[in-house]
């Protein structure tokens, strides 16, 4: 009794049971876009696909007005032209209510075995969504495909498997006896029904449109629920294609399409999405994007059980270091990476004004930051190398946020506009780095400056470090705080401190491993414990509330024998 | 290093894990005030110890300001005349800060050992809880032994399983190590440490102030959080003991009483518990109480995790039943039982009217009416055995209730007062039976009449009255659902309904089960999938979100060979 499409992937859900359980590496999703792996026109093909959604009316067979809208604009300069079948929402959420119905009475193994077909079908489509992804946020291509392709697929693999996880812990029937003395036993056969909650809503972002929409995504899957995906309106067509996909594997697997289902938008559409968000049809709202927003669905959307990642303030403390060079070098391709446009980049660099010890001796606070803003300038010397690093800016309001940004203090490192050797249009900038003091300008550096922007802060001492970045993240939230120490007793300190803001920690990352980055199945992204974010991607929280549990019972026949009439058989 | 007290109880423990899994009948804490088990001066001393707190202030080595609160009144016709410390919240909320700093760091074995360490304890004081509970809510003797110390014993200890079940699928570190072709892996070891969320607020209710207080109570202490208990103002003894009895056991462990304190209050503190639950530092709430404080609680303590169980209207379709004579007693002992003040006792039966089906032939609608008239007369036609299964009515409101009631149809069964042979002044109603009809009584049944207040409804068929115990529980919230049939077929469609209706369903209940109990460890209480409650005690979703994870990572020396330096050692 099986289903077909979970013993087809049992294996990889074992495989990543384990993992979660243990959290060592593991990644079924290969990172390199090898020609070995996706064949050797994976690229080409994925690119031409890509190319023809452009200046093209997207196919989805989902019910729509016959209208179309669509906005992208590439962030290396041209408009993508994709139009979408526009939605009634009213028709969109009564179809999305219709295919919940048998999609709940499939029950679990049905909604785990076609998650994780369709998360196969997508990872053959990696090519056609790197590039979908690269010309909607910005990325460069060799992010837009790890991050937007097999991490986002290992990210959804990772939500399914503890779906399974809590799933799986609920018996579908129980015998229930009670003894009663010298009287026959009192004996129940009881059922135990998953009820999904409904119809869960996924809110995309502009930046991370398929890594931080997929969790959400697959979690109400793997748990019964149909899905409404309601992109942003700069990043749709990753999440179209992914719709669409999922919509395919439904339907060959003989389930009503409409349990997963795009509701595209033109620019400005949030009037709209507040409506929607609290109709009394949806139960689930997972969103990625600003504060106020996110802030304002878990204050309104009460019927629905809000997980929101918003903005953060994240933090590195360099209290000592052995080898400030090959630190700097870590600290600034962090900086540098998509821009600072990841929501785990950090922003804030807290360096005692005394300077600091390393293994060359004492620095003062002016070396620190000069050899932070030269290792900036090194990683961005090379302009067509740097754009491989940078990416482009995904809007004109982060752009125009670095320009804000240069008055706040000394300018370390100054931003500037790269020409992309690629795309004459593209819009790039370098890193703005400048130089704050903890004693006068905790104003402007206590919120989130989201884009290529970070800030060298003298404080006091380590401890004046420590104590900002611990009260920082719990009271403006934060995905990821970093340290640099030789002294056991200051790590053991910062990781106090990290315990009070919430925040993850890393210490002394030297080397390949940079802060921004988050492994599935091993790093919890996000806490749920600081307001950045209500929740981590993933953990049982994340999951839990996705469904609930109806019993039944009824009397059967007492399988023990009383006491009053012999032995047990 | 395992925590004496996890050691102690760890057997336990393992059972409780494996009964929630299997979900079999399993206690550990016994149900019969049984001399043998509970001491041959079990009850007396428990009564004296009762007797002892009335008249007298109740020592409590917490945070006071000196002065004391306290108005409870028997049910059964006296006042108690006992006084709490009285607390104030400031100072309140910061000793259980400072408490929870060091909680917090004693970790997983220490909240879940001395967790079940203070249940053992509260085992021993279940006379006098049971007496305590008698006294505040009405129950009579057997229930409020049965339902305050044991039963809410299990269910205690059960969140603390459940908890457990969490706390140990995070594991405390992990080996990360991800391969890099010909160069040497990248290799972490990362730190996974449970965060509490903080300061957890228990709002206990006036009828079950220990089996509904306990879950949220011993899921926050076993999840490393401080709790504040703030009782009902008319049951608050029973919720005082527990909580001395909790600061004893911490204090004897070594930790900070104030992990568990009391606010004891006056009648009529709405506005100090609106203010106390808005708090930022209050980050978890268990609520037990009407729709109207609890909706408010969901709506605006936007800073906590809010657990509620409201009101609801629980339902009976009798389709066809084999005995009725056996189905209307177990039915009349349900609405009698605790005079209805059960929230899972039943209010709507719905009858067709053009009768039933039954062994004995077709039976009336107004057959079947007076069946069920006929089986509540008997029950409480001896006042001294009525009782003892009545209890008393907890508090005027309820009884002016009956009054309101009496008007809304036609009377089947009048509520009258009963002499309590040992206590003058007990306020004792037998239930009040009325008969309406689907075709025009909707808005009168739709809502909870709480009490002994119960109404058999004429409808135009089983389909309608499963249609009405769907849609009435997805609507207005609803505990239990009953069903009676011979016909797999309307059984199989009462799981549907109650599956629509997010509500449990009990099947032909004739025999010693009755629809209003719900066994620890088997049985889900409420579902969180109708308005009832937001929360089942106790599944994953109820601990989940009552703690959260943060991680750090440093690199470690790879274990791995790099693969060209040849085969792994």
Redesign the interface.
Known sequence: MTHPLFAKHEDTLNKALAAI?????WSPFVEMPSPKVYGETGNADGEAAFKAHTNHTFELDQPSTGETVGAELSPYGFALGTRYPKADVDTLIAAAATAQRSW?AAGPQAWIGVSLEILQRLNRASFEIAYSVMHTTGQAFMMAFQAGAPHAQDRALEAVAYAW??LR???AD???????GKNPP?A?H????I?P?GIGLVLGCCTFPTWNGYPGLFADLATGNAVIVKPHPGAILPLAITVRIARDVLREAGFDPNVVTLLATDPNDGPLVQDLALRPEIKLIDFTGSTQNGTWL??NA?QAHVFTEKAGVNQIVIDSVDDLKAAARNIAFSLALYSGQMCTAPQNIYVPRTGIRTADGQMSFDEVAQALATAVQKLCGDPARAVELLGAIQNDGVAKRIDEARSLGRVLVDSSSLEHPAFSGARVRTPLLLQLDAATDLAKFSGEWFGPISFVIATDSTEQSLELAGSLAAEHGALTLSVYSMDEGI?EAA?EA??RG????????????FVNQS?AF???HG???NPAANA?LT???F???RF????????VAPQAVPAEAGQPA
Do not use: C
């Open positions: 359980a243990t959290r060592g590496y709940r996880n809590e812990r609920v018996p129980a015998h229930w006896e009670k003894p009663q009192l129940m009881k059922r135990y029904t009820a909650r878990e204050r009460h790590i990781h990290s315990i919430g925040v993850a920690l890393s210490i002394n990352l030297t080397g390949g491993v492994a091993s790093d919890f806490t749920g414990a981590a953990d049982a929280a999951i839990a509330n609930r549990v109806v019993q039944s019972r009824i009397h």
